[in-house]
Each structure stands twice: as structure tokens, then as C-alpha cells.
């Protein structure tokens, strides 16, 4: 279940939201975790274990860790069983087959795949791994108090407004609000119009935009001019910027009106002036999980110049290897690792003296890399980045110029403050001009959900 369904939004959401303000405080936690496991196994039923599997294994080792709060040898033995599995079923669904492969490639050993018809990755694994475990690090760490509820902290785990891509919420973020938490009507009415800015990202936004993209895939690289290669990666660009923020932004107005507050997960990262300044802004929750977890354990930066270097390759090596078991996705996350130590060593003070050149030379990098993300196919990045490349003259770009000129203007512009701006202007502030706007983008979006085909999440593969 996608929150950019019809089943989602006339179904599902109001069922929900109607019985969680209804029941009592203390049972709201409860009618939060259920809905959110049938949100989760509506259509994934067979993964319903696993998910059991790892709320009940961190559950028990958060207890058992603090129980053994005095024997060091135990409390660590109790962390490691806990750590394992619950990253063994990432490993195991995530990247089982790409170790195979690899090795067949490598070895010709002929190891049987795993049919993929039959075994696919779980939704969400990625994120709801990532958060688990952070609980789990936290509590060994003594950063965090263990939580002894098993409703409270099922929920924290399959919270459905974040549960399938972020942003990745840690237990620390919500505990109190976990316990103690206020629903007020302007907390609603502010979730609200973050829901529906972010649905509007999503299917005004980044759906229409990635046909373009798709259109030409469909065409083929090696058929398109350069110019159209161009608009295409552009497209992409866009595409999957409005796509993962729009559904960040719909998670944080779901929490909104539940009563958390959700942390940022984007900041208008295509107005960054680097690559450095870039993920600050772009999935700030997993570039913070990575720092928290991976980056500052192996000694961050308070080691000498060689260790560092080596503990920011691990962090990309990582960071690129998350995203997917293949190829390109190791090559995306070590081709920023290579640019953030150039602009390290010595490049970045001199982005800071032209706002414009360092903008521009970020803008085209960052094209680069969503090329590099987009295709696991390598002979197929070749031929697009070939053609991008080649100067290859043609007209079939100034066709699909005129059917996405305007949406390539409003990508730019929500791209921006530009809108946010309008929205804090004294106009933008007027309740009545406020519910009439939002109402309106609900209703386009709703009629283009109905016209359209099915389009999931980008990052649902991730």
C-alpha cells in the first residue's frame, strides 16, 4: 500500500485516523501499532515474520542488555545476537543474490539464485533495519533508556507514516512523544498541508516529469540527441528528488497529525553550492544515521589524515551499497566519495567565492551521479552518458521541449524557497486562501490518480 493510492486515501487513512482519535490515550499506541502492521503486510503478508521476528529480538535484547547491566561480557554477547540478526535479514533478502552472482562471475562456481519471482526484497527493509538497530546500538551505548512496552516499541518500529522509505526516525526522536504526546487541531491542520504538498510532489511533480525519462529509456540512448539525453537525465533528476521528498514530506504530515514531529529529510538540496553543502541538505536522515553510527565509531575525523580518508570511503562505500545490490550503486556512493575529498583537500574555498560558478558546477556533477544511480544496466549508463557526451545533432528534442517546458519551469521553481515563500507571505498566511489552495491541489491530485497508471515510490526499491 503506496500513499499515493486511491485504497490509501478513501480507505485506510480515514478508517485510521477515525479510531485512533476516537479510543482513549492509552490505546492509542495500540490501535497505531496494529494499523500499521496491516499497512505493512497489506500485500506482503509472507514477510509478516520477519518483521515479528526483528521486533521481538531487539525487544528482548533491550531488556536482557539492561539486565545485565553489570556483567559486560553478557550485555555485549545479548548486543552482537541482536545485531546479526537483524542485519542478517537485510544481507540475506537485499543482497544474497548479488554475493552469487559475483561469485559465479568471479570463481565459476554456479551457485544456484535465488528465484526472484519467488523471493523478493521486502518493502522498507533498508529504513526499518536502519532504525532498529539504532535502538539497539543506543541502548548498548547506554544513550537511551529500554523501553519495556512491547506495543510502544512495536510501534515505534512499523510507525505505517514512515515505515516503507523514511525519513529514518530514531527511537530517541519520538520516545517521549511515544508516552506523552499532544493532538491539537492546528497540529492537524498543519499535517494536512504537508500531506497534501507532498502528494502533490509526487504525482504533480515527480510522476508527470519522469515520463519524460521513461519516454527515453523507451527510445533508446543510443537513439535520442544529445540535447534530449540531456532533458532526460534532467527529468530523472527531478524525478526522484519530488519523489522521495514528496513522500518524506507526506510522512512527516502523517506524523504531524498523530502527534509526533518527525525530523526534516530534505532542504531544497538543489541549491546547494557544493557537494559537501549537498548532503547536508539532500536525505539528511540517513547522512546523520551514517555520522552517528558508521563515521564517528571508526574515529570520524580525530585521526590522522590517512584514517580519516579511509573512514569517509567507508561511510560512501556503505552509503552507495545501501541503496541497492548492484554495481552502479557502489560506483554512485565512491564517486562522491572521491568528489567530497577533492572539494576536502582543497576545493571548497574556492567554490565559496562565485555563488554562480560553484552552483553551476554542482547542478552538473549532481546530473552525473542520478546517471550513475538510474541505470544498473553498465553497457546501458554507457550509452547514455556516450550520447550525452557525443554532440549528437537532432530535432527530437525541441517535440518534447514543448510538452514539458512548463513542468521543467515549476520543477525549478519547487525546487527552491520560491514557493515556501509564497506560502509565508501575508497571502499565503490567510486560512481562508490557505483551505481553498489545498483543497484544490487534493482535487487535481485525486484526478490525476484516477487517470493515471500506477506509479510506486522510487525509493520503495532501495
Not at 543474490?97 to 562456481?109: D, E, K, T, W, Y
Not at 548498548?140 to 533508556?145: A, G, P, S, V
Amino acid at each position: 500500500m503506496v500513499f499515493s493510492s486511491l485504497l490509501f486515501l478513501f480507505r485506510f487513512l480515514p478508517i485510521t485516523f477515525l479510531i485512533y482519535y476516537l479510543v482513549p490515550y492509552k490505546a492509542k499506541n495500540t490501535v497505531l501499532f496494529l494499523a500499521s502492521l496491516f499497512f505493512y503486510t497489506w500485500g506482503e503478508t509472507k514477510f509478516f515474520p520477519i518483521m515479528f521476528v526483528s521486533i521481538g529480538v531487539n525487544y528482548l535484547a533491550g531488556l536482557l542488555m539492561e539486565k545485565f547491566d553489570q556483567k559486560p561480557k553478557a550485555r555485549k554477547v545479548t548486543f552482537w545476537v541482536a545485531f546479526v540478526i537483524t542485519l542478517g535479514f537485510l544481507l540475506f533478502f537485499k543482497y544474497t543474490n548479488f554475493f552469487i552472482s559475483n561469485l559465479n562471475a568471479l570463481f565459476g562456481i554456479g551457485l544456484p539464485m535465488l528465484d526472484s519471482s519467488e523471493f523478493h526484497l521486502p518493502l522498507g527493509i533498508s529504513f526499518y533495519t536502519f532504525q532498529i538497530l539504532a535502538y539497539t546500538i543506543d541502548v548498548y551505548r547506554r544513550k537511551i533508556k529500554v523501553e519495556h512496552n512491547l506495543i510502544d516499541f512495536g510501534a515505534f518500529v512499523v510507525l505505517f507514516p514512515q515505515l516503507i522509505a523514511g525519513p529514518i526516525v530514531l527511537y530517541s526522536d519520538i520516545s517521549r512523544e511515544l508516552k506523552h504526546r499532544r493532538i491539537t487541531l492546528e497540529q492537524i491542520e498543519e499535517g494536512v498541508g504537508l500531506f497534501i504538498m507532498g502528494l502533490a510532489s509526487k504525482i504533480l511533480l515527480a510522476d508527470t516529469i519522469g515520463a519524460l525519462w521513461t519516454e527515453v529509456q523507451t527510445l533508446g540512448f543510443s537513439q535520442v540527441s544529445t540535447a534530449l539525453a540531456w532533458m532526460g537525465i534532467i527529468a530523472y533528476s527531478f524525478q526522484i528528488y519530488f519523489d522521495f521528498s514528496g513522500y518524506s514530506l507526506m510522512a512527516i504530515g502523517l506524523g504531524r497529525m498523530l502527534g509526533f514531529y518527525f525530523p526534516q529529510n530534505f532542504n531544497y538540496p538543489y541549491i546547494s553550492k557544493s557537494i559537501t553543502e549537498f548532503w547536508r541538505r539532500w536525505h539528511i536522515t540517513l547522512s546523520s544515521w551514517f555520522r552517528d553510527y558508521v563515521y564517528i565509531p571508526l574515529g570520524g575525523n580525530r585521526v590522522k589524515q590517512s584514517r580519516h580518508f579511509f573512514n569517509i570511503f567507508v561511510v560512501w562505500f556503505l552509503t552507495g551499497f545501501w541503496h541497492g545490490a548492484a554495481w552502479n550503486f557502489i560506483f554512485w556512493g565512491l564517486y562522491f566519495f572521491v568528489l567530497l575529498m577533492i572539494e576536502k583537500t582543497f576545493l571548497l574555498k574556492h567554490l565559496e567565492k562565485s555563488k554562480v560558478l560553484s552552483h553551476i558546477y554542482l547542478i552538473f556533477l549532481i546530473i552525473i551521479s542520478w546517471g550513475i544511480f538510474a541505470l544498473s544496466d553498465l553497457s546501458q549508463m554507457g550509452a547514455l552518458f556516450g550520447r550525452m557526451f557525443s554532440l549528437h545533432a537532432g530535432n527530437d528534442w525541441m517535440y518534447y521541449l514543448r510538452d514539458y517546458a512548463i513542468m521543467f519551469v515549476l520543477c525549478v521553481l519547487a525546487s527552491t524557497p520560491f514557493f515556501k515563500k509564497l506560502a509565508d507571505s501575508s497571502l499565503g498566511k490567510n486560512k481562508v486562501v490557505r483551505t481553498v489552495f489545498l483543497a484544490g491541489v487534493f482535487v487535481v491530485c485525486v484526478a490525476f490518480m484516477v487517470d493515471s497508471t500506477y506509479s510506486p515510490f522510487l525509493y520503495f526499491n532501495f
